[in-house]
């Protein structure tokens, strides 16, 4: 009994992901993992998003993990002091926005700090 349970739990999970990768698997769930090399929130522009963009800062971002404002308040502290220059993986559909994957999150429990050896 406990095997099919086990099974089922393993196939469920995301395929993890380093940002690199993600490209090539947009419109694809997946866990995309990498280090918060800048994040800010937009308080100013349409839908005031916040902004994680990892591996690489803004504009050379290679991901971007993009929390809209109805979300944020789900996030204590803010996500942009929370995940700086942290490892995190974020779960979700990978889209595209201009040319650069992304995950747009509505959850806390889609972002998991990472641990630092990890992809």
């Known amino acids: 009994m406990l095997i099919p349970i086990l099974a089922y739990t393993i196939f469920l999970q995301p395929a993890q992901l380093t940002t690199a990768e993600a490209k090539a698997h947009v419109g694809e769930q997946a866990a995309v993992c990498g280090l918060v090399k800048s994040a ?14 990892l591996d690489e800062p803004y504009p050379k ?5 993009v929390i809209f404002e109805e ?28 040319g650069t994957p992304e995950i747009v999150v509505t959850a806390p429990s889609q972002i998991v700090t990472a641990a630092s050896g990890g992809r």
Do not use: M
Request: overall charge positive; hydrophobic content about 30%.
């Open 61 to 65: 971002q290679t991901f971007t993990v």
């Open 71 to 98: 979300n944020r308040a789900k996030f204590t502290p803010a996500p942009e002091d929370q995940f700086k220059d942290k490892r995190i993986c974020v779960s979700g559909k990978i889209e595209e926005f201009r």
């Open 40 to 53: 800010r929130w937009a308080s100013n522009s349409n839908r005031k998003p916040t902004f994680l963009n």
